[in-house]
């Protein structure tokens, strides 16, 4: 506890100074003009009965000018705070501003698909987060389309890199990813990245209806897209049984859906648009056992219609998989089929434990 005290008191003794110094800076003037307005009116009094002028006529005028600067001092008090406050917050607004100096203008984007029908390659893909740290090395990796592929590995082995790269999130520092023999650069990339879904661990739902939440995102909403979706990810027999089917809100953050509800309609929102590829990045690994097997029996009912690439950490969520490929140290240091692999697998996760 001492030590996040210490790491917080420097930050938060500056802020408090600055913002007394904000405030000072804002309410001087104020009592400058005052004083200065007044100690002038006495100085041209004294002035003038030194000098034997008839103040009869001076004080009148005075007194119409002290008035005037009166009722303005407020107005002038504005502007003073107008510009301490400007002057507060100017260093966080040029950190804004050049942060925002190197962002590229967003172009409408095309609903265009790159050709996808054979194999993504990644040939001698690496990825460095830092110079000479490498994430991921020397990567040689096939995925042949309409197949179904699981990545395992220890938290830190270069799965979620691996995914990131696949998607697009993410260039390669060596190598290269191609699709159909097309390389995947800024070019290619949003027509690649068209035909993925991505279902994550964690699904995100706003406190809207089902249907909003699977077309996520979208003003224009196709019925009968949602209800294709929500059928290939098993979940419109949960969603029909509802009072207002499709128009049942679900809560803030689907408070109102269970987990395996949840997951489900995360799937359909990957389907709504009808991908070719869909990755499962830990989707079903917050979920108790008998959740998981209804959530897998809607993935595995995908199989052989779209290429699914799965991260998970329950092995048995691979069993449906044609290849199973485990990483470690950021490399891929087997391959096969989960029949082979699997096994391997549990057998060294037991002498681990032991």
Known sequence: AEAFAARFEAPARAYAQASAESLLTGQLP????????????????????????????????????????????????????????????LPAVRLVVDGLAGERPLSPRSPARLPFGQAIRLEGVGFDYEPGRPALT???LTIPAHTTIGLVGRT?????????????FLAPTTGRITVDGTTLDPATLPAWQNRIGYVPQ?????????????AFGLDAIDGAAVERAAR?????DFVAGLPEGYATRVGERGARLSGGQRQRI????ALYHDPDVIVFDEATSALDDETEAVVMRAVQGLAGTRTLI??????TSLAGADTVHVLEGGRIVASGPPETVLPQLARAG????A
């Open 30 to 89: 104020r009592f400058v003009i005052e004083a200065l307005a007044f100690g002038g009116v006495i100085v041209v009094v004294l002035f003038a009965l030194s000098q034997g002028l008839d103040t009869a006529g001076i004080l009148p005028l005075l007194g119409l000018f002290a008035f005037a600067g009166y009722r303005m001092l407020p107005a002038f008090q504005n502007v003073f705070n107008a510009l301490a406050l400007l002057r507060f917050y």
């Open 138 to 140: 020397g990567i040689d």
């Open 156 to 168: 830190g082995s270069g799965k979620s890199t691996l995914i990131g790269l696949i998607l697009g």
């Open 202 to 214: 964690d699904i995100f739902l706003i406190d809207g209806t089902i249907a909003e939440n699977i």
């Open 232 to 236: 290939l990810a098993g979940a419109h």
């Open 266 to 269: 995360g799937i359909a929102r």
């Open 310 to 315: 799965m991260i998970a950490h329950r092995l």
């Open 350 to 353: 037991d002498q681990a434990q």
